[in-house]
């Protein structure tokens, strides 16, 4: 899951977010097996009136089923502004 933060989180906030989001994989019964965090990037257009964004990576294994609740609470999540689910290709 690609996950796009809100460029005004400083490092300590942006590791809280990150943690929540290991922890909402988690309570959703999926497996991280790892996590990239890209850093601060210029986006291709605004996105919430922003120009730039924090870009996280987290591998993760989950049942199908469960995504559904990953999905709604990230859509609540204020300091995300952007995420998207993909099926990784083995």
């Not at 991280?32 to 993760?60: C, H, M, Q, S, T």
């Not at 990230?74 to 990784?88: D, E, G, H, T, Y």
Request: aromatic share 8%.
């Amino acid at each position: 899951m690609m996950v796009l933060f809100d460029p005004s989180l400083e490092d300590e906030a942006l590791k809280e977010e990150v943690s929540k989001v290991e922890d909402l994989i988690r309570r959703e019964e999926g497996e991280i097996e790892k996590v990239d965090i890209w850093g601060r990037r210029r986006l291709a257009y605004p996105v919430n009136k922003k120009r730039e964004g924090i870009y996280a990576i987290f591998y993760f294994q989950v049942n199908p089923d469960r995504l559904k609740e990953i999905d709604r609470v990230m859509k609540i999540n204020q300091k995300a502004m952007r995420f998207m689910v993909v099926k990784r290709e083995d």
